[in-house]
């Protein structure tokens, strides 16, 4: 309990401090003064307050749509300050390089909306006033588009991974990826119910789930997972935990994912006869698995065992770093997800700073990684530059 409150005020005043300077910044440019300003401050004071007061509910309260709803409103104006500060930091930028194009920009935009019936009368400083007004049009343009790519962009992204004196039984082998669903808050059955449709439509070989399934207690979402059992496919689906299962109490969650239908690879394998190929479906838990249960401890070399012969051999890990030890192991495909590809701006940007392998098809020495951006999003319901995906990868000779 003391490190969930310690938590919720490392992060209240982070946030309290991304809120209130990008807040300060356009009263600012905006030459606001008087009872106006009051509220807004006042209002920002309690966006602030909502996130950890939504995270403290969501532990007590047994009310979903009430949760849900908290929800949409916290992690929407999370996601939207976070874009704004952004923002605010490049308008800070470009008052400090003063470059003439910013000034006509500014002289242009300002008559622009004197035109049009602007009340800006005791506007003196047009081009803060314009950088600060622009400002707030764009980070509301980019939440906008975020939000709607979230929920109704859904793409497939097919991959061809080339594979070396490929067993020709298993030329043309398919495997549907999802990761990173995170059931939870704002995602719920009806976005499963779609996500499943879609996969039954490739007419998988094989579906892998790469961790992040779920993100809270079995006893308040496992309805949400009902879809799983839907899936259609040929040799059957696998599933490997995510960070995000550590935190919603993963043993809990097992036996309600393996009721449905779908095999758990815990640093284990399953040996699949494809005509006269053998292909080795292995998985391990996530990487940080161990520091929360000891026997989940990841594992590449024990998920191999048993498989060292099989004519291809693919590793389910749910972040790309298991990659190192997987290519040890004498993994020939590793499948994970976890990054989101940044999920949305400036994240898209910041995440190469601690990912190597972000998305899409990479090699490492002789092994082969694939990274999905992920299916779903996690805290803000936004996707900005990383747009969700299902994952279609096909094997190919080379």
């Given amino acids: 309990m003391k490190a ?3 938590f919720l005020s490392v992060l209240t005043s982070l946030l309290g401090f ?34 950890p007061l939504t995270y403290t509910f969501s532990r007590i309260s047994k009310r979903e749509k009430t949760q849900t709803i908290f929800a949409y409103i916290t992690f929407t104006n999370f996601g939207f300050f976070s874009i704004l500060f952004t923002l605010v930091l490049f308008m800070d930028f470009l008052r400090w390089v003063d470059l003439g194009i910013i000034t006509q920009y500014s002289q242009v935009l300002f008559s622009s909306l004197v035109h049009f019936g602007f009340p800006l009368d005791g506007i003196t400083e047009v081009k803060n006033f314009s950088l600060a007004f622009s400002t707030i049009v764009a980070a509301t343009a980019l939440s906008s588009l975020g939000f709607f790519n979230a929920h109704v962009r859904l793409q497939y992204k097919r991959v061809s991974v080339p594979v070396k004196d490929l067993h020709p039984d298993l030329v ?34 094989a579906v892998v789930i790469t961790g992040d399934l779920v993100d809270g207690p079995a006893s308040t979402l496992k309805q949400h997972l009902k879809p799983l059992a839907s899936i259609q496919a040929k040799y059957g689906t696998f599933y490997v935990t995510g960070n995000h299962e550590y935190y919603s109490g993963v043993l809990s969650w097992l036996p309600e994912i393996q009721n449905l239908g779908v095999k758990i690879l815990l640093n284990q394998n399953q ?17 940080t698995a161990g520091r929360m249960i000891k026997s989940h401890q990841t594992d590449p070399k024990r998920a191999m065992i048993g498989g060292e012969n099989c004519d291809y051999k693919i590793l389910l890990a749910h972040q790309p770093n298991s990659i190192y030890e997987a290519n040890e192991a004498g993994f020939q495909l590793q499948i994970s997800g976890h990054t989101h590809g940044g ?7 910041l995440i190469y700073f601690a990912q190597k392998f972000v998305s899409g098809l990479h090699q490492y020495k002789n092994s082969l990684i694939y990274v999905s951006r992920g299916t779903g999003y996690w805290g ?17 000779v080379i």
Avoid: C, W
Avoid at 19 to 42: A, E, K
Avoid at 173 to 180: A, C, E, H, N, R
Avoid at 343 to 349: A, D, K, L, S, T
């Fill in 4 to 6: 969930f409150f310690l």
């Fill in 18 to 51: 991304i809120y209130y300077y990008s807040t300060f910044r356009l009263i600012s440019g905006l030459s606001l003064n008087g009872p106006v300003v009051s509220v807004i401050l006042l209002g920002i004071g309690a966006l602030v307050l909502l996130v």
């Fill in 172 to 205: 043309g082998f398919k495997i549907v990826q999802i990761s990173d669903v995170h059931i939870g808050p704002t995602i719920k059955e009806k976005f499963l119910q779609r996500v499943v449709k879609r996969i039954n439509q490739e007419s998988p070989d």
């Fill in 271 to 287: 040996i699949l006869t494809v005509g006269k190929a053998k292909l080795l479906m292995a998985g391990v838990t996530d990487l």
């Fill in 343 to 349: 999920q949305f701006f400036p994240g898209n940007i």
């Fill in 380 to 396: 803000p319901p936004f996707r900005l530059g990383a747009p969700s995906e299902i994952s279609i990868l096909k094997l190919e």
